[in-house]
């Protein structure tokens, strides 16, 4: 279920810059296909996904300047959801992911 609703969450909040493949848009969007960066940021993930992101950031080598939108109504389970899906699709494996776990890395946001 959480992988399913992900998807959907994916295609209408992500896929437009990331991909249908989680491939990225090019020099502008990084591909979300780099299991070492999202394994190795995990705990980060709902901070970008709630907070957005500004500045650069290295996914694969490449280094990457364009602004994430915020997405700050997300509920906590919207984005546990989405992150099931995301480091489970396009050759990530990672297992599950909780709106507890959200909870928490949300109050740790840098």
Do not use: S, W
Request: net charge neutral; charged share 15%; with cysteine.
């Amino acid at each position: 279920m959480y992988y399913t609703n992900g998807r959907d969450i994916y295609i209408k909040h992500c896929q437009n810059c990331h991909g249908a493949k989680g491939e990225g848009l090019a020099a502008l969007t990084p591909a979300i296909t780099d299991t070492v960066f999202l394994k190795n940021n995990k705990h980060q993930l709902a901070c970008y996904i709630k907070n957005g992101l500004k500045g650069e950031i290295q996914v694969h080598g490449k280094t990457y300047n364009d602004i994430m939108p915020d997405n700050n109504t997300m509920a906590d389970i919207d984005i546990a959801q989405l992150i099931v899906f995301i480091t489970n699709a396009h050759g990530n494996k990672q297992g599950m992911y909780t709106p507890a776990q959200v909870a928490a890395d949300l109050a740790a946001c840098k």
